[in-house]
């Protein structure tokens, strides 16, 4: 379960902000082939009024919202942060930054829990991501420490 406010659809996908106790942390790109239900009642109405009203949750750059699919990516990867991936089955995780978007799959340049890069990009099928955050408080937080 996570809490958040949906923003748009891009194709197989959810944009979405993600809220923690009135704190922005983040967005992500969901899969919508993970997603079992989505609940919005009276309470998420006054939820997302109350964060709206207090400026908690910034919206994307309006160029990314214009994109479409894969070009999301592409978006996602001029942005100075890095991008946490997590695979549908929650076996897979990276966090670096984007290397090549592909047709079919995306390229990561990522590193392990230590800090250490990986020697070489790594792959994962569009049809395998289950989750994409970025410009969230675990992403910049490793790109603060990584590039001070």
Known sequence: NIHCVIHDEIEDW???EEISDFHFDGYALISKDTVSKCRYD???KTFEDIIRKSGISPTPPPDM??????????????????ISIESCDEDRFMIGTIYKVGTTRLLMNHFRADGTWFK???GI????????????????SWYAYKNS
């Open 14 to 16: 959810y944009l979405v």
């Open 42 to 44: 009276k309470n998420d």
């Open 65 to 82: 919202i214009q994109t479409s699919g894969n070009d999301f990516f592409t978006a996602i990867a001029t942005l100075d942060t890095y």
């Open 120 to 122: 070489r990009p790594t």
């Open 125 to 140: 099928d569009y049809s395998e991501i289950g989750r994409a955050c970025f410009l969230d408080e675990y992403g910049s």
